[in-house]
Nanobody, 121 residues
Framework: VQLQASGGGSVQPGGSLRLSCAAS????????MAWFRQPPGQEREFVAV??????YYADSAKGRFTISNDNTKNTVYLQMNSLKPDDTAVYYC?????????????????WGQGTLVTVSS
C-alpha cells in the first residue's frame, strides 16, 4: 500500500494550491482518507477528512479548504484557498480501510511521504 502526495509548493498569502494524494495497492480501496499537517517545530495536526462522502474539517480549515475524493482513481484532493502564512507546513495524507470521520492520527494505518506548502510574501 502506498500513498503518493503531490501539489505542494510556494505561494503568496491569499493564494491557492491543490494537493493530491493517490492510493495504490492491488487490493487497497480506502474508505477514509484524510489530510494532516505539521508546521515547522510543531506537532502534526488534523486538517480534513473524507469518509464515504462525509467530510469534516479542522476549525482552521473551515471555509477555506475543501476535501474531495475520486473513487475511480483512489485519489483524495485538498483544495486550499485564501492561504495564510500559518498554513505553512508539511502536509501528509493518510488513509484507513474503514469508514470513520476521525481526526486522530493514531487511527490511520497508511501515510504518504508529505508535501511542503510554504505561504510567504
Amino acid at each position: 500500500v502506498q500513498l503518493q502526495a503531490s501539489g505542494g509548493g510556494s505561494v503568496q498569502p491569499g493564494g491557492s494550491l491543490r494537493l493530491s494524494c493517490a492510493a495504490s495497492g492491488r487490493t487497497f480501496s480506502p474508505a477514509t482518507m484524510a489530510w494532516f499537517r505539521q508546521p515547522p517545530g510543531q506537532e502534526r495536526e488534523f486538517v480534513a477528512v473524507w469518509s464515504g462522502g462525509t467530510t469534516y474539517y479542522a476549525d482552521s480549515a473551515k471555509g477555506r479548504f475543501t476535501i474531495s475524493n475520486d473513487n475511480t482513481k483512489n485519489t483524495v484532493y485538498l483544495q486550499m484557498n485564501s492561504l495564510k502564512p500559518d498554513d505553512t507546513a508539511v502536509y501528509y495524507c493518510a488513509a484507513r480501510r474503514y469508514y470513520s470521520v476521525s481526526s486522530n492520527p493514531n487511527e490511520y494505518a497508511y501515510w504518504g511521504q508529505g508535501t511542503l506548502v510554504t505561504v510567504s510574501s
